[in-house]
């Protein structure tokens, strides 16, 4: 069974400047998350999706990120513009439901870098 | 507000003996744990759970201790081999809702031969 896959895993850019991070979820996974861990700290959810709708997105600084998953299966998060402390890595991860009875599936993961 | 804690950075063990990981939460709605693994420029992996209707869930060299009354839980792995040197994460969640994971800071695990 193919995993979660993110594309690009790496990524330079220069402050103010804009990122876009893609996901595709494990096949069949209606719930799809992305997380920001940051260097010596545990993954933080930023969004999380139940096929192509919002579930959670309180922790998402909607003045520069901004995620869709508009078909209900990959997903984008959008960064612009970005900022220094934005370095860190964009996990992507999928569900089969929701709640924490149901394992969660990470993907390698996005890292950025800003400069 | 840290909600999950884990307050060794870091545990160095020998090969063979037993290593034991910590963790410590502050909402005592949180009703159910896991513990994920990661290797460097991996996602991490999940490694096993518990309820808190349990104290303790084995799987393999693999068992996790809860202890609802000091809002403790450990993870013990016995016994250490090299291939577990990794950063463990704890972390706690809502098993009736769509509120998902929050995760402590990590423990790197080193496993000496």
């Known amino acids: 069974e193919a995993g979660v896959a993110q594309s690009p895993r790496y990524k330079i850019i220069e402050k103010r400047q804009s990122v876009a991070f893609w996901c595709n979820p494990i096949?069949?996974?209606?719930?799809l998350y992305w997380y920001q861990q940051i260097l010596g700290q545990g993954p933080k959810l930023l969004i999380q999706?139940?096929?192509?709708?919002?579930?959670?997105d309180s922790q998402l600084p909607k003045d520069r990120f901004s995620a869709e998953r508009l078909k209900g299966v990959d997903s984008t998060l959008k960064i612009q513009p970005a900022k220094l402390e934005d370095s860190a890595v964009y996990l992507c991860?999928?569900?089969?439901?929701?709640?924490?009875?149901?394992?969660?599936?990470f993907g390698e993961g996005s890292w950025l870098t800003v400069v | 507000d840290q909600q999950v804690k884990q307050n060794s950075p870091s545990l160095s063990v020998q090969e063979g003996r037993i290593s034991i990981l910590n963790c410590d939460y502050t909402n005592s709605m949180f009703d159910y744990f896991l513990w994920y693994k990661k290797y460097p420029a991996e996602g991490p992996t999940f490694l096993i759970s518990i309820s808190s209707i349990k104290d303790k869930n084995e799987d393999g060299r693999f068992t996790v201790f809860l202890n609802k009354s000091a809002k403790h839980l450990s993870l013990h792995i016995v016994p250490s081999q090299p291939g577990d040197s990794a950063v463990y994460f704890c972390?706690?969640?809502?098993?009736?809702?769509?509120?998902?994971?929050?995760f402590g800071s990590g423990t790197q695990l080193t496993v000496l031969p």
């Open positions: 999706f139940q096929n192509n709708g919002v579930v959670d």
């Open positions: 972390a706690a969640g809502f098993s009736g809702s769509a509120r998902q994971l929050t």
């Open positions: 991860a999928s569900s089969a439901g929701t709640g924490a009875g149901n394992t969660i599936y």
């Open positions: 096949s069949g996974h209606a719930t």
